[in-house]
């Protein structure tokens, strides 16, 4: 049996006396698309958090490809893009995308960066203007940019639909599914249950803090006997 992409095991995590993770248990294989979906506050970009070290946990462990968490070269297979992404305002387009690179040691290639930008409707002039300058989908393409630019075996997404338009989001869906290609892993959270239900082999829904279901989107629809996966979800929380 393969090693998993991510193993979490009776993760805890508490702020002040507030338990806000609850034995999260949950193993994601390799070249497996994943979807994390919950309300806000129900833990997702914590749980993200302590996957990447951000935060301590009380209890538990974290495993990537093998290897703790804890160990700054396990998360080199990594290509993380946070739900608030901000990047230096004072950078264009291309300074940021080489200094992500370089911070990798990892070359920039002017037509692969072309390429990419193509594919998420991102204008090339993007490269040389300042990131003060971009709107709020602009940025969020320029993340994602430096997501697949670095080639990795698994992208951690924290709502990478987040800003996009609908021509944008569907380049996107392109885009995630040619990962499959590269047998790459996804592990994404999203509040839009139709992309999760279109992109993911499986999916856990986190609740206050708990894992309420782990499973294919189909599944969940047959276990909360539901028509649709929103129905389920409803089900599911209630």
């Known amino acids: 049996m393969s090693t998993p992409a ?19 248990t949950l193993d994601i294989v390799p070249g497996e698309f994943f979807g994390l979906v919950g309300m806000n506050g129900a833990g997702k970009t914590t749980l993200l958090k302590c996957l990447f070290d951000f935060c301590a946990f009380e209890g538990g462990k974290i495993e990537i490809f093998g290897k703790s968490n804890q160990f700054p070269s396990s998360r080199a297979p990594i290509a993380f893009l946070p739900e608030r992404f901000m990047p230096p305002y004072y950078l264009t387009g291309r300074d940021f995308l080489k200094y992500m690179l370089q911070l990798q040691a990892l070359e920039y290639d002017e037509k692969a960066a072309l390429t990419c930008l193509h594919a998420l409707d991102l204008d090339s002039q ?12 602009m940025t969020q393409k320029l993340g994602l940019a430096a997501a697949f630019l670095a080639n990795k075996a698994l992208y951690v997404l924290d709502e990478p639909m987040s800003g996009l338009d609908p021509k944008a989001r569907a380049l996107l869906k392109q885009r995630l599914q040619q990962l499959r290609q590269t047998q790459s892993t996804l592990f994404f959270s999203s509040h839009a ?12 829904i986190l609740h ?3 894992l ?12 909360f006997k539901a028509v649709n996966l929103e129905q389920a979800y409803m089900h599911c929380i209630a």
């Open 6 to 24: 991510l193993r979490f095991q009776q993760v805890v995590k508490h702020f002040d006396k507030k338990q806000v993770l609850r034995d999260i």
């Open 126 to 137: 993007a490269l040389i203007k300042p990131v003060r300058s971009y709107s709020k989908g």
């Open 193 to 204: 249950l139709a992309d999760v239900e279109e992109i993911c082999d499986r999916m856990a």
């Open 208 to 210: 206050d803090g708990q």
């Open 212 to 223: 309420r279901f782990i499973g294919t989107p189909s599944q969940c629809c047959e276990q």
